[in-house]
């Protein structure tokens, strides 16, 4: 699986912390994930802790898997003040090219405790498989 990655990452979320400055949908903040293989299915696990589901967007074009949330500031009072913030908001947003071996047709995708799973089996054509070979019973000899 090829991913695209940005190497001003970790100077992005400093920036963002000192700043206070959070994504937009026209420059989202990237989210943290982990990606590993567990059988016959490749597993992508994002954070995205605060999010709810409604606010979560998955998208398959060709091979460009695209996903978006947005983290959106919880309703406060008249009367709070707050204190301190560090708790992003905004928009985070993660592309990821799959390779042609993932069935991208049946994707699942669970989100529980803050964690966007996503499940892609791989394709069948990119499992191995067994090639019989026909016998010489087969050939026929020519008279004449």
Known sequence: MLMRTDPFREL????????????????????PMDAYREGDVYVIALDLPGVTTDAIDIDVERNMLTVKAERRPTTKGENVQMELS???????????????TLDTEHIEA????????????????????????????ERKQISG
Do not use: C, N
């Open 12 to 31: 992005d979320r400093l920036t963002q912390q000192l700043l206070g400055t959070s994504g937009t949908w026209s420059r989202p903040s990237p989210m």
């Open 110 to 137: 669970d989100y529980d405790a803050g964690v966007l799973t996503l499940r892609i089996p791989i394709a069948e054509r990119a499992k191995p498989r067994k090639i019989s070979i026909g016998g010489a019973s």
């Open 86 to 100: 560090e708790r992003p908001l905004g928009v985070f947003s993660r592309q990821l090219m799959l390779a042609d």
